[in-house]
């Protein structure tokens, strides 16, 4: 089944695991640090700017965002983290609301871990690729940013990437470029074929 993205709405907001939908549609979950560009990814997704709220200041999403794609999947925009100017109490909340995210036990069909390819190979994104192969949490590592560099570029820094986090799994990782539409078309139909995979026809 193809998932038609351009049918994205709101559809709410959860300061609260216990306000979170149920789980009565596959779930995809935007992951990675703050300022990573995960709203600017769910807007892009669904080619509408004024969908999820982007912001120069880290820390824009303070809530987890559902939006409700097609009426067939849920995307939940979580709170980044590694918000350090944030007040301390602040940072806590969405520190500890993300990260009850995946030890809640809520049945995540996919999580989209966005990486900033312009950055160096941070602690903690290798701890979450860790956590999520322990926990067995599906996941494709996207970078992101990619309209900062030429291709000869952005592919050495690619091959870089994967060799810091030891990446065996390639066809589950993106570049994309939500500024400039870059692979988003592949990203899409990825989503598609993983949430919705088409029963074989070999026989
Ligand atoms: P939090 O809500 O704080 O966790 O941030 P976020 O991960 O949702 O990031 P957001 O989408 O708000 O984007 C942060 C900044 O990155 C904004 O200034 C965006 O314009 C910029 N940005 C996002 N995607 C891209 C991209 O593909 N290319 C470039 N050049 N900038 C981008
Ligand atoms: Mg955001």
């Keep these: 089944m193809i998932i038609n993205f351009r049918k994205t709405n709101f559809w709410g907001v959860a300061a609260e695991l216990t306000s979170c939908p149920e789980s009565d549609r596959p779930e995809v979950v935007l992951s990675g640090k703050s300022n990573v560009g995960k709203s600017s990814l769910m807007n892009a997704l669904a080619d509408n700017r004024k969908l999820a709220r982007v912001s120069q200041t880290p820390g824009k999403t303070r809530l987890v965002v559902y939006f409700d794609v097609d009426s067939l999947i ?51 994104d290798q701890h ?19 309209d900062k560099f030429s291709t000869a570029q952005l592919n050495k820094r690619l091959s870089e990437q994967m060799d810091y986090f030891d990446i065996q799994d390639k066809a589950h990782c993106f570049a994309v470029s939500s500024e400039r539409k870059m692979g988003l078309d592949d990203l899409r139909d990825a989503i598609s074929a993983f949430i919705f995979p088409e029963p074989s026809t070999a026989n």
């Design 128 to 146: 979450m690729l860790a956590y999520m192969n322990e926990q067995q949490i599906p996941y494709f590592i996207v970078f992101v940013k990619c």
């Design 74 to 124: 849920y995307i939940a925009d979580l709170p980044g983290y590694g918000y350090a100017k944030a007040p301390k109490d602040i940072k806590d909340k969405f520190a500890k609301l993300a990260d009850q995210y995946f030890t809640s036990g809520r049945k995540i069909a996919l999580t989209l871990h966005l990486i900033d390819i312009r950055h160096e190979p941070s602690k903690e």
